[in-house]
């Protein structure tokens, strides 16, 4: 037999290979890494293994496609670990668990799309068989000492031909949500979804928020180790978060404006600040960044500076932070955004651990295309440079691009 090309792909090593311990370790702790730790009011999470019960309650709970997201072309399915299989694994039998669905999340109006597949769509319930599932929901709420709801968008919500109108919870899950609020139990939610969505109640009134985004093939294990303190958060947002879709597109990279500090004044009826800034992310641990110094304040087009700046885990937890830096140029041949992050970095700190953090600034990625010159150039002048956790850092310091 000749030789096999290089190129030739074994199918079935191929689908063993993505199912290897190795590699579901790795989709283990890459859903960790992402997930972001949105509100954490006190100190709810991780959850104390002193607890007797938990509610695991939501449409996408118990999901796996829901748990590996859109565009799994390679991923199997039925291997997927849901966030309640990795919470009966995690917690055990010594902890009882009280699931329930409470709600389906359907489709309103037609879909492009349904003439093209021939399985067979789901039979809807009746009024009266949604009502009974939503109190079992509560019913589960009341009699755990935790509750754990699991919402956000189908993993069909994602991907080509996937434009929702709203950023609101679709179907039920809001009403849902703000029942188990009102029963005064302690509520977690874990939200998977491809898109940041209108939490704006529940980010004043839930005490702990963790976004999974689409965690994959071990994400329920992933959510189970973060929730019991097995991982602590560190992710930060990509993203800009809105407090609805009325401040859609928002984004941190704004130009300046004839009010440029001015955010709370654009809308009649709420803050023009976003929800979470982009960057933005909590830890089980806290930090301390200060001590930002410059190795020089001006550079050449072709140069480069660096920035130093010192972070301190001031917890007795070891965790992640990300340090970001900004910068803005002040004056140019076009107006340039506010904010531009040039530069991060994430490390991990001991409990009370120091360290000095370095980032390498080159003048090269100040350049820009501008409309003027219709060139992409380094042009000279003065920049506002900030560095810290979010977008909204606040440790500043100044420096000049010469001619």
């Known amino acids: 037999m000749a030789n096999k090309p290089s190129w030739l792909v074994v199918v079935d090593r191929v689908k063993a290979e993505l199912n290897s311990p190795a590699q579901r370790e790795a989709a283990r702790v890459a859903a960790q890494r992402t997930a972001v730790l949105l509100r954490n009011e006190g100190g709810l999470l991780p959850l104390k293994r002193s607890i007797a019960s938990v509610a695991v309650v939501g449409p996408l709970a118990d999901s796996k496609p829901d748990t590996m997201g859109s565009w799994s072309i390679a991923g199997n399915i039925a291997e997927t670990v849901t966030v309640l299989e990795g919470l009966r694994k995690k917690l055990g039998p010594a902890i009882a668990i009280n699931y329930a669905k409470g709600v389906e999340i359907e489709r309103t109006g037609p879909s492009i799309f349904d003439d093209q597949f021939t399985s067979p769509k789901p039979v809807l319930k009746t009024q009266a068989e ?58 977690v939610l874990v939200l998977l979804n491809g898109r940041p969505l209108n939490i704006t109640w529940a980010s004043q009134h839930v005490p702990a928020i963790l976004e999974a985004w689409y965690p994959g093939t071990e994400g329920g294990d992933a959510v189970a180790d973060l929730l019991m303190g097995d991982a602590n958060p560190g992710g930060k947002l990509p993203v800009t978060w809105p407090r609805s879709v009325g401040q859609v597109p928002i984004y941190y990279a704004q130009n300046l404006t004839q009010i440029p ?21 909590l830890s089980y641990s806290s930090f301390k960044i200060g001590g930002l110094k410059l190795d020089s304040t001006s550079m050449r087009p072709d140069g480069s500076l660096t920035v130093a700046i010192g972070v301190e885990n001031t917890s007795g937890i070891a965790g992640d932070e990300v340090v970001q830096l900004y910068t803005h140029q ?47 150039s380094v042009e000279p002048g003065v920049f506002d440079l900030w560095v810290g956790d979010d977008s909204t850092a606040a440790e500043h310091a100044t420096f000049s691009v010469s001619p």
């Open 130 to 187: 949604r009502d009974a599932e939503f109190q079992h929901a509560l019913d589960a709420v009341k009699k755990s000492d935790v509750a754990i709801l699991v919402m956000g968008e189908t993993q069909d919500m994602s991907g080509e031909r996937a434009s929702r109108s709203t950023l609101t919870l679709p179907g039920r899950q809001e009403e849902l949500l703000e029942a188990t609020v009102a029963t005064g139990k302690p509520i």
């Open 261 to 281: 500090d001015d955010l709370t004044g654009r809308y009649w009826d709420a803050s023009s600040a976003p929800l979470y800034p982009f960057g933005y992310g």
């Open 330 to 376: 002040r004056s140019g041949s076009a107006s340039r955004p506010r904010r531009e992050l040039k530069g991060f970095t994430r490390l991990h700190l001991g409990a009370g651990e120091k360290q000095m953090v370095s980032l390498t600034l080159q003048a090269k990625d100040l350049g820009f295309s501008s409309p003027q010159t219709h060139q992409w």
